[in-house]
Structures are given as structure tokens and as C-alpha cells.
């Protein structure tokens, strides 16, 4: 696909955090853009502020709309409605939400309340099961894309370091990342050989997205609010990382068509630290 061509993008958890900050990226650069998120106020808020992400000249065109990723109707609806919307091509498909809160977030797995495995049936579904069905969904529209003749779509799922790296008590989170990477890897092989779709996947480290979201628009805080010297220190790249370096990873993997398969790693270098205990 031609880094300069116009694209038709569908962003899942485009109204916030790292999803919103690709939804403004890529609307600013021309191409037009379809989100889905599940949170009402903050889908509304980015309806009333995309419009102004556009420049006066561009032609793209844009919608967000409300989807419960856990529910495979509201899914199958959704593509409908980007199928419509884009003329049934699509360029990029970035399977980027991630359900982060929940009743029994943060429990022990030996916790014996339900709340733990609602949490956990939450983000497998949305975290996994959801990137595949709009996978399977998203081909037909895929298969041609609209950048060029013969040139199909791509696939970039967002993953996280953590699932190389984990936390107490984040299981659910860390089997749903980990098992990202096991489906990009397959699908890139499955969907490479019948028609040419490629499949990759970005592993972001530690992105500060606090400015992403309602709350901060409506204040003069900037980007590096909350954080410390020694976050940034703790980053053999010397800072924390921003939306901007993911969309940059993005946009490399959208341009490269000798790539698939493959985990590009966002993260500062925090990776690949030897950490010891401190005395």
C-alpha cells in the first residue's frame, strides 16, 4: 500500500487511550477512519472533537460508533455498517481495545468469588475472541482493500509487553496479550496464502495516555502530567512512551508488505533490563 494513498481504517477502543490517539493520527493525515468503542461519554466527547482533527482541504470521512465487544452481534452489525460505510474495501484493521476495568480486575486467581472469572470471561472476549471474529469478518472487505488495485488489506493487532512480562494478579490481561500473538502469527499464515492479507502485531511498553480522554481535554494539563524523572529514567530511551510512537510503529507495518507475522516491540528498551532486587 502507498504510504501516500488515502486509507479506510476501522479502530476498535478508538474514543480513548492509545485508540484514540491512532483515531486522531490517522484522520489528521487524510485517511478516513471508523472507531468502535463501548464507553458512551467518552465515544459522544470524540464525536463532538474528531471534526477538528481534519484539515479544511481533507477529504476523509469518518464515524464512531457504540459496540460492545463481548457481545458477537453487536460485532457482526459493526462491520455491516463499515462495510457500508467504506464501499466494502477496508485498508487497515487495528484490533486495539482491551476491556482494563472490571469487578474483579486485580483479585487473586485463587479468589473464590464469580467476579473473578466475569473479569476473566471479559477481557478473553474482548481481548481475544473479539479480534478474531472481526478478523473472519473484516476479510471479504480486506481482500481487495481500496489504496490500490491488487493490494490487499493488513491486519495489526495491539498486544502489550505484558504478555512477556507479568504482574500479580493479572492473568486475564496476560493470557489475552499472550494469545494476541499466538493468533497474528496464525492468521498471518492463513490469510497470507489465500489472499495476501498481512498480519502483524505491536507489543507497546509503558504508553502515558492519560491526556487521551475526556476529563483532560477539558483541562490545560500536559502530555508528561504525573510523571517523574525517574519514570523516564527508568526507560534506557531516557522518557515514557507516547501515542505518537505506537501510531509510528503502526504506519511502518502498514507500509511494509515484505512483513508479517511479526511483533514489533514498543517499549523503551525497558525489555530487555536485567533487574535486581534492591538492597
Same mark, same amino acid.
Given at each position: 500500500m502507498s504510504g501516500t494513498q488515502a486509507l479506510k481504517i476501522l479502530i476498535t477502543g478508538g474514543a480513548?487511550?492509545?485508540?484514540?490517539? $491512532?483515531?486522531?493520527?490517522? $484522520?489528521? !493525515?487524510?485517511?478516513? &477512519? @471508523?472507531? $468502535? *468503542?463501548s464507553n458512551t461519554a467518552e465515544l459522544e466527547h470524540v464525536k463532538k472533537t474528531a471534526e477538528t482533527w481534519k484539515s479544511a482541504s481533507s477529504q476523509a470521512v469518518w464515524k464512531a460508533s457504540l459496540c460492545d465487544l463481548r457481545d458477537r452481534a453487536n460485532i457482526k452489525a459493526a462491520v455491516e455498517d463499515v462495510r457500508i460505510t467504506f464501499d466494502g474495501k477496508l485498508d487497515v484493521l487495528i484490533n486495539n481495545a482491551m476491556a482494563t476495568e472490571g469487578v474483579g480486575a486485580g483479585r487473586p486467581m485463587e479468589d473464590d468469588s464469580d467476579e473473578i472469572m466475569d473479569d476473566w470471561d471479559t477481557k478473553i472476549a474482548v481481548g481475544l475472541t473479539a479480534p478474531y471474529l472481526l478478523g473472519r469478518l473484516c476479510v471479504p472487505l480486506l481482500k481487495t482493500g481500496s489504496s490500490a488495485p491488487g493490494s490487499p488489506g493488513t491486519i495489526i493487532n495491539i498486544s502489550s509487553t505484558r504478555a512477556y512480562q507479568a504482574e500479580d494478579n493479572h492473568e486475564a490481561y496476560s493470557a489475552a496479550k499472550a494469545g494476541i500473538l499466538g493468533l497474528t502469527q496464525s492468521m498471518s499464515v492463513s490469510l497470507g496464502h489465500r489472499h495476501k492479507i498481512r498480519v502483524n502485531a505491536v507489543l507497546p511498553?509503558? =504508553?502515558h495516555v492519560m491526556n487521551e480522554r475526556a476529563e483532560a481535554d477539558g483541562s490545560s494539563a500536559?502530555?508528561?502530567?504525573?510523571? %517523574?524523572?525517574?519514570? !523516564? +529514567?527508568?526507560?534506557? !530511551?531516557?522518557?515514557?512512551?507516547?501515542? +505518537? *510512537? =505506537?501510531?509510528? !510503529?503502526?504506519? @511502518?507495518? =502498514?507500509?511494509?508488505?515484505? &512483513? %508479517?507475522?511479526?511483533?514489533?516491540? &514498543? +517499549?523503551?528498551?525497558?525489555?530487555?533490563?536485567m533487574v535486581y532486587p534492591e538492597e
Open positions: 480513548r487511550g492509545i485508540g484514540r490517539g $491512532l483515531f486522531r493520527h490517522f $484522520l489528521r !493525515a487524510g485517511h478516513s &477512519v @471508523y472507531v $468502535l *468503542d511498553g509503558w =504508553i500536559g502530555w508528561e502530567e504525573g510523571l %517523574t524523572k525517574e519514570d !523516564a +529514567d527508568w526507560h534506557p !530511551a531516557g522518557r515514557v512512551g507516547k501515542v +505518537d *510512537d =505506537i501510531a509510528k !510503529a503502526v504506519e @511502518y507495518l =502498514i507500509g511494509s508488505g515484505f &512483513v %508479517t507475522g511479526q511483533e514489533v516491540v &514498543v +517499549d523503551g528498551g525497558v525489555g530487555r533490563k
